[in-house]
């Protein structure tokens, strides 16, 4: 059923996690590993088979955005992934401007296989950088140079991809401000430049390698005055190329940020699918089980951890989640979709932070001097409060 048939149709995004990977990078705590081919084709089978087994309860939504995630999506042969797009198709109502992305790593990519991928619908590419400077991949374990992530790039716009993504990391074992600055610029300088860079820092999980050298004081990293000055400096050099921060860790150029992304943010109803993939529909969360064996066999029988979300928890949902986005959360929204406004919830939390610098009311592009809470009204962090994110965000856990 492809196709906008019905735009009245409330809205769903698909996610589809492919937790393959050529190597697992030191810093790596994904559901995610190296295998064989065979393994490969099997978990693209079951995938096709938990989509087509899923359809029928979601026949009422239109797929607004699809993104291919993982792992490394593109280590998987490029006919499969077309052939998921295509059955894909069949199953679900794909809106005709549905973004589609999907994960690339530099080092499994070439000319041909983007080719593929751009034939099969998908418009979206996301290339996992991270660094320019390749003794800073090696620490981290990455598979490609900077000299392939050029090449990589080369191809895709070869390829005709005009929506492209580069990540990038900060606070990277033994990387000073010159080197995280160079990275940026590197990516600026380029031919025809990303329409959107991820700029996130390095997160030490624990059970990884690089958590391992650092508990055992082997790892050299950036203090963490460092580390906010890469962070505020890395957003003063997009700004000054036409990049604006939508978001903690995210920038676009204008029309070009990522609205998959965007949608978990503003709690739009998602649909995962795969080992360990997330979904939320209608306030209700659930996520499929990691075991690999397992899901192969009952691809129709993995999920799991099914909560349905209270009043209280969509709220805290709506502030967490909301203030992530620079634009932050709508008054009006809050009031449409809980009957009340959220000074009568949260005014104290509210006002508490705009004292400290942390929040601000707006309404267009414009400072509220006063306080109203009236349908116009928007809830956002400030430059300093988007510096002490998690702290401001934890305080809306009722």
Same mark, same amino acid.
């Given at each position: 059923m492809p196709g906008d048939r019905n735009t009245h149709m409330k809205e769903l995004e698909l996610y589809f996690h492919i937790p393959f990977c050529v190597r697992k990078c030191l810093y790596c705590d994904f559901l995610s590993a190296p295998a064989g081919e065979d393994i490969k084709q099997r978990y693209m089978e079951a995938l096709l088979t938990e989509m087509a087994g899923s359809a029928l309860a979601?026949?009422?939504?239109?797929?607004?955005?699809?993104?291919?995630? @993982? @792992?490394?999506? &593109?280590?998987?042969?490029?006919?499969?992934?077309? @052939?998921?797009?295509?059955?894909?198709?069949?199953?679900?109502?794909?809106?005709?401007?549905?973004?589609?992305?999907?994960?690339?790593?530099?080092?499994?990519?070439?000319?041909?296989s983007l080719a593929v991928f751009r034939k099969a619908g998908i418009g979206r590419l996301s290339i996992g950088l991270q660094s320019a400077d390749d003794r800073e991949l090696a620490a981290l374990g990455r598979i490609h140079s900077w000299e392939q992530f050029t090449d990589a790039f080369a191809a895709a716009r070869k390829a005709g991809f005009d929506n492209i993504n580069v990540d990038v990391m900060g606070a990277l074992p033994g990387q000073t401000l010159e080197s995280c600055k160079n990275t940026i610029e590197k990516v600026l300088s380029l031919a025809d430049p990303p329409e959107h860079i991820s700029a996130y820092s390095l997160i030490l999980e624990e059970g990884t390698p690089l958590y391992e050298r650092y508990r055992e004081g082997k790892l050299e990293l950036p203090d963490e005055d460092t580390e906010r000055i890469m962070?505020?400096?890395? @957003?003063?050099?997009?700004?000054?190329k036409g990049y604006h921060r939508y978001e903690i860790s995210n920038y676009a150029k204008e029309g070009f940020e990522c609205r998959h992304n965007t949608g978990y943010w503003r709690r739009k109803n998602y649909l995962g699918f795969g080992i360990g993939a997330a979904s939320m529909v209608e306030n209700v969360r659930f996520k499929n089980g990691?075991?690999?064996?397992?899901?192969?066999?009952?691809?129709?029988?993995?999920?799991?951890?099914?909560?349905?979300? &209270?009043?209280?928890?969509?709220?805290?949902?709506?502030?967490?989640?909301?203030?992530?986005?620079?634009?932050?959360? &709508?008054?009006?929204?809050?009031?449409?979709?809980?009957?009340?406004?959220?000074?009568?919830?949260?005014?104290?939390?509210?006002?508490?932070?705009?004292?400290?610098?942390?929040?601000?009311?707006?309404?267009?592009?414009?400072?509220?001097?006063?306080? &109203?809470?009236?349908?116009?009204?928007?809830?956002?962090?400030?430059?300093r409060g988007l510096d002490l994110s998690n702290y401001v965000m934890q305080m809306f856990l009722l």
């Open positions: 979601y026949r009422d939504y239109r797929v607004i955005s699809v993104f291919l995630g @993982g @792992g490394t999506p &593109s280590t998987v042969q490029a006919g499969q992934i077309a @052939g998921l797009m295509q059955e894909m198709g069949k199953y679900y109502s794909l809106a005709g401007d549905a973004e589609v992305t999907i994960e690339v790593n530099p080092g499994t990519v070439t000319e041909e962070y505020q400096e890395t @957003g003063r050099l997009l700004a000054r990691a075991d690999l064996d397992a899901y192969l066999k009952h691809p129709l029988e993995c999920r799991e951890e099914i909560q349905r979300l &209270s009043r209280q928890e969509q709220m805290e949902e709506f502030f967490f989640l909301g203030l992530r986005m620079t634009e932050g959360v &709508s008054c009006g929204e809050f009031r449409r979709l809980f009957g009340c406004g959220p000074e009568e919830i949260y005014g104290n939390v509210i006002r508490k932070n705009i004292c400290d610098g942390l929040l601000k009311l707006t309404r267009g592009r414009e400072n509220l001097p006063g306080e &109203s809470f009236d349908d116009g009204t928007w809830i956002s962090l400030t430059d």
